[in-house]
T-cell receptor, first 112, second 115 residues
Framework: NAGVTQTPKFRVLKTGQSMTLLCAQDMNHEYMYWYRQDPGMGLRLIHYSVGEGTTAKGEVPDGYNVSRLKKQNFLLGLESAAPSQTSVYFC???????????FGSGTRLTVV | KNQVEQSPQSLIILEGKNCTLQCNYTVSPFSNLRWYKQDTGRGPVSLTIMTFSENTKSNGRYTATLDADTKQSSLHITASQLSDSASYICVVSSYSGGGADGLTFGKGTHLIIQP
């Protein structure tokens, strides 16, 4: 039982390049989330999904897009990367509200 | 604005000693409070979740307390081990319906256990 798997684990992008981060969970969870973690700050919600085919904006959605075509996968896209998007990105899933989250191990992204 | 403040920012203790981490919050409406452990280079792992009516919850050597009146929580670690070295994050939910849990994350307390 793998839990939440994020790929890739590390990536370096040049300003203006695009990329997609993949999150896959095998727990049949309905809710999935993308967070970013920056030094000296708490985790901040980028986008989330409450089920297959649904997405919604979180606290810091600008510059990111998401898709949830399959229940087990939640993709985070950067169309034109900027240095301000240098961060560690975490995906999380949960069966529903009031329940604990299972986090992936993170993707460390550097934009130069 | 919802806020979660944790103290201390960092803490160093000797292996075998006990310690207590603090969390103060101004989150409304309050739904639940969670403590997570985050090892370096890993994602956070849930330790406890407490609702308004719960004032203490344990998970092995970890015991969390909640005072909803003063909006304070603490995480007590008993007989610390080297593997307890990590960041401990307090998270408060203001879920009131809809999709997102309305989580507000603290910045964490960085705990180092020395042999």
């Amino acid at each position: 039982n793998a839990g939440v798997t994020q790929t890739p684990k590390f990536r370096v992008l040049k300003t203006g390049q695009s990329m997609t981060l993949l999150c896959a969970q095998d727990m049949n969870h309905e809710y999935m989330y993308w967070y970013r973690q920056d030094p000296g700050m708490g985790l901040r919600l980028i986008h989330y999904s409450v089920g297959e085919g649904t997405t919604a904006k979180g606290e810091v959605p600008d510059g990111y897009n998401v898709s949830r075509l399959k229940k087990q996968n939640f993709l985070l896209g950067l169309e034109s990367a900027a240095p301000s998007q240098t961060s560690v990105y975490f995906c999380a899933s949960t069966p529903g509200p009031f329940r604990g989250y299972t986090f992936g191990s993170g993707t460390r992204l550097t934009v130069v | 604005k919802n806020q979660v403040e944790q103290s201390p920012q960092s803490l160093i203790i000797l292996e075998g000693k006990n310690c207590t981490l603090q969390c103060n919050y101004t989150v409304s409406p309050f739904s639940n409070l969670r403590w997570y452990k985050q090892d370096t280079g890993r994602g956070p792992v849930s330790l406890t979740i407490m609702t308004f009516s719960e004032n203490t919850k344990s998970n092995g050597r970890y015991t969390a307390t909640l005072d909803a009146d003063t909006k304070q929580s603490s995480l007590h670690i008993t007989a610390s081990q080297l593997s307890d070295s990590a960041s401990y994050i307090c998270v408060v939910s203001s879920y009131s319906g809809g999709g997102a849990d309305g989580l507000t994350f603290g910045k964490g307390t960085h705990l180092i256990i020395q042999p």
